[in-house]
């Protein structure tokens, strides 16, 4: 898996912590950083694919991925 777009993402040199809020009313920073980041949609497959159970990919939670895959799996099946 090819991982250099993670050198490019806004949250490089940041602290980790603003991207593992202790809730998710607490994710406001890290969405606002992930929304000006030209790997954001790289990010989130990444989290995807890896299923990411914590922290903030993407500009999503772990609440929002898991949303996504069940979104994924139902549209598949249809």
């Known amino acids: 898996m090819n991982l250099t777009w993670r050198q490019r993402g806004a949250c490089k040199g940041l602290d980790p912590a603003t991207f593992y809020p202790l809730t998710d009313d607490e994710a406001g920073p890290a969405k ?4 000006t980041c030209p790997v954001k949609d790289l990010c ?8 990411e159970a914590e922290g903030i990919w993407g500009g999503t ?8 895959l069940r979104q994924r799996r139902k549209n598949a099946a249809a």
Do not use: H, K, Y
């Open 32 to 35: 606002a950083v992930c929304a």
């Open 44 to 51: 989130l497959e990444f989290a995807l694919d890896t299923r």
């Open 61 to 68: 939670t772990a609440r929002e991925r898991r949303r996504l």
